[in-house]
């Protein structure tokens, strides 16, 4: 790698020259690492070199920097050199294990820098590496891309992030490269990896469910793509339902319900019936038809859907 290290040099992204932690007053911007080249990391580079950050780029795979080369990036030859070209090292391989695998050798270069985890992962997985890293004399802040890399760079694309708020406090204009809705959920390092799991439960159920109805209109000889208005109106009105279900589950009040139990539990019959007439496998709904079923059976079929939560936790409530 035919650079000199570019870690004390920088400008955050958004042209305000500064002379605090890794930055110094001039024209560059801070220099980033990123550690990590599938279809997500590439996004991130890239969203950093067309911002104009010095970025250093490294991958097991050396051929998939090419295309960053070209656009700007320089590529490491080691993870090492990866690291020591920037004060910021942002990693997105496989999971954690594969992270610390990865950088075990190189461990000793993190201290005094910043480590920011985008790759997946549980809150088991976060907490682990960031003691890792604090063992390493680094900063960490843990955080989530919560949408597709062709997104990454854009103004609405949402990240979330969560470890030591000053930390994020100094970073924060050069993440916000990444995506412009970018939020700070607090200073537990696991945060980032918690909600990430919690809002990504709706994602392949919901995809299932518009997979499903495909299935039903292409049966009719019908085209897929004359659901999509439709479904959009519908994940619409879902998200507009949203915060009422939040209360009542944050109150434990389900006793004014605008949906009940009973009503989703009578539709059960519904559901298997359409899978008889149109050929279509339904099996996917029978947990759900059995969580229904479990529901009724202890005595909420006239409470809200919402209280469903209920059942779903497998032990007290922790207040």
Same mark, same amino acid.
């Given at each position: 790698?035919?650079?000199?290290?570019?870690?004390?040099?920088?400008?955050?992204?958004?042209?305000?020259?500064?002379?605090?932690?890794? @930055? =110094?007053?001039? !024209?560059?911007?801070?220099?980033?690492?990123?550690?990590?080249?599938?279809?997500?990391? /590439?996004? =991130?580079?890239?969203?950093?070199?067309?911002?104009?950050?010095? @970025?250093?780029?490294?991958?097991?795979?050396?051929?998939?920097?090419?295309?960053?080369?070209?656009?700007? %990036?320089?590529?490491?030859?080691?993870?090492?050199?990866? +690291?020591?070209?920037? @004060?910021?090292?942002? #990693?997105?391989?496989? #999971?954690?294990?594969?992270? +610390?695998? %990865?950088?075990?050798?190189?461990?000793?270069?993190?201290?005094?820098?910043?480590?920011?985890? &985008?790759?997946?992962? $549980?809150?088991?997985?976060?907490?682990?590496?960031?003691?890792?890293?604090?063992?390493?004399?680094?900063?960490?802040?843990?955080?989530?891309?919560?949408?597709?890399?062709?997104?990454?760079?854009?103004?609405?694309?949402?990240?979330?992030?969560?470890?030591?708020? /000053? $930390?994020?406090?100094?970073?924060?204009?050069?993440?916000?490269?990444?995506?412009?809705?970018?939020?700070?959920?607090?200073?537990?390092?696991?945060? %980032?990896?918690?909600?990430?799991? %919690?809002?990504?439960?709706? &994602?392949?159920?919901?995809?299932?469910?518009?997979?499903?109805?495909?299935?039903?209109? #292409?049966?009719?000889?019908?085209?897929?793509?004359?659901?999509?208005?439709?479904?959009?109106?519908?994940?619409?009105?879902?998200?507009?339902?949203?915060?009422?279900?939040?209360?009542? *589950?944050?109150?434990?009040?389900? @006793?004014?319900?605008?949906?009940?139990?009973? *009503?989703?539990?009578?539709?059960?019959?519904?559901?298997? !019936?359409?899978?008889?007439?149109?050929?279509?496998?339904?099996?996917?709904?029978?947990?759900?038809?059995?969580?229904?079923?479990?529901?009724?059976?202890?005595?909420?079929?006239?409470?809200?859907?919402?209280?469903?939560?209920? &059942?779903?936790?497998?032990?007290?409530?922790?207040?």
């Amino acid at each position: 790698m035919e650079r000199k290290d570019q870690s004390k040099t920088g400008r955050n992204w958004s042209g305000n020259s500064t002379v605090t932690g890794d @930055t =110094l007053v001039g !024209e560059e911007r801070l220099s980033v690492s990123v550690i990590g080249l599938g279809n997500m990391g /590439a996004a =991130l580079a890239e969203a950093f070199v067309k911002a104009g950050h010095p @970025t250093t780029v490294w991958n097991r795979s050396a051929v998939k920097a090419g295309p960053l080369v070209a656009m700007g %990036a320089v590529h490491a030859d080691t993870i090492e050199d990866a +690291i020591s070209a920037s @004060t910021l090292v942002i #990693t997105c391989l496989t #999971t954690y294990d594969a992270t +610390i695998q %990865a950088m075990e050798l190189a461990g000793v270069g993190l201290s005094g820098r910043t480590l920011v985890s &985008l790759n997946s992962g $549980t809150p088991a997985g976060a907490r682990k590496m960031a003691t890792w890293v604090k063992e390493h004399g680094a900063k960490f802040l843990d955080g989530a891309v919560k949408n597709v890399p062709a997104a990454v760079g854009k103004p609405d694309t949402l990240l979330y992030y969560s470890g030591d708020k /000053a $930390t994020f406090d100094e970073h924060e204009s050069t993440l916000k490269v990444l995506g412009g809705d970018t939020v700070y959920l607090g200073g537990e390092p696991d945060l %980032a990896k918690l909600y990430e799991f %919690a809002v990504g439960g709706t &994602l392949l159920p919901a995809l299932l469910g518009f997979f499903q109805g495909a299935a039903l209109v #292409t049966a009719r000889g019908l085209q897929a793509s004359s659901l999509v208005p439709f479904s959009i109106k519908w994940l619409e009105m879902i998200g507009s339902v949203l915060p009422g279900f939040a209360e009542e *589950i944050d109150a434990g009040d389900y @006793t004014k319900p605008a949906s009940s139990v009973g *009503i989703f539990h009578e539709s059960i019959a519904y559901d298997l !019936e359409i899978g008889e007439e149109a050929n279509i496998d339904v099996t996917w709904h029978a947990p759900m038809h059995d969580l229904l079923r479990r529901a009724v059976a202890t005595g909420h079929r006239d409470l809200s859907i919402s209280s469903l939560v209920e &059942l779903l936790r497998k032990s007290e409530r922790v207040e």
